[in-house]
């Protein structure tokens, strides 16, 4: 796994774009989740007739494990944050899947913060096992699979382009993974979920990074 961040400072200029445009990924991320949150209590009110098509909203914390810029093993570093999608399955659990994914770090060796916030798109394949609990409570569990590809925007990280360091860097990405839904009460269920979670930015060697992500939190589930 490699991340965006270089262990030196070997170039000769860096980029003067304002530091405005540093934080539109992060602050775009936390009006789309500031939305989600106040639209959530309406979705209770959707009409019976529109819920019969199995629809997904889930809100999870989000734990990266990254890598810094060489050949050691060991020299890893995390990032925090969170993550939002929505899926709608229209048939036989399949069907497309939409995520929002914003991940950040702070005071790495002293000096560096990064931010990223990531737009994914692609299919989920979602089996349920109905009711597994035999209790009064009659519980319900699901596990899902999906493939994602989007977009990146990299923030207040070093990213070297020819002779200069960049702050901001726009990389393609893509995720593999899956995750386990646990039915609590009526719609809403606890989530857990992993990715192989891969983006192409700048880091002046293989402009690859190979990630691990871990996410826990709820899902909303509407229809059958």
């Keep these: 796994m490699r991340q965006t961040v270089s262990p030196t400072r070997t170039a000769t200029h860096r980029s003067a774009a304002p530091a405005a445009m540093f934080s539109r990924g992060p602050a775009a991320l936390?009006?789309?989740v500031a939305a989600l949150v106040f639209l959530l209590p309406f979705a209770a009110l959707l009409p019976s007739s529109h819920a019969q098509t199995p629809m997904d909203l889930g809100m999870t914390y989000t734990q990266q494990r990254s890598k810094f810029v060489g050949d050691s093993a060991s020299d890893n570093f995390y990032m925090r944050g969170a993550t939002v999608d929505f899926a709608y399955s229209p048939f036989h659990g399949i069907g497309p899947v939409v995520s929002l994914n914003g991940m950040a770090v702070t005071n790495l060796r002293s000096e560096i913060d990064i931010h990223q916030a990531s737009f994914l798109g692609g299919g989920r394949y979602t089996y349920s096992f109905g009711h597994i609990s035999p209790t009064v409570w009659s519980r319900r569990a699901s596990i899902f699979a999906e493939g994602l590809v989007g977009?990146?925007?990299?923030?207040?990280?070093?990213?070297?382009?020819?002779?200069?360091?960049?702050?901001t860097a726009n990389g393609y990405t893509y995720a593999l993974g899956g995750g386990v839904n646990y039915n609590i009460y009526h719609r809403f269920e606890?989530?857990?979920?992993?990715?192989?979670?891969?983006?192409?930015?700048?880091?002046?060697?293989?402009?690859?990074?190979?990630?691990?992500?871990?996410?826990a939190g709820v899902n909303w589930h509407f229809g059958n």
């Design 30 to 32: 936390r009006r789309s």
């Design 151 to 167: 977009i990146t925007h990299a923030s207040d990280g070093y990213y070297p382009v020819g002779n200069t360091l960049a702050t």
């Design 190 to 215: 606890l989530r857990v979920m992993s990715h192989y979670f891969t983006t192409e930015l700048p880091n002046g060697g293989t402009k690859q990074q190979r990630n691990i992500q871990v996410s």
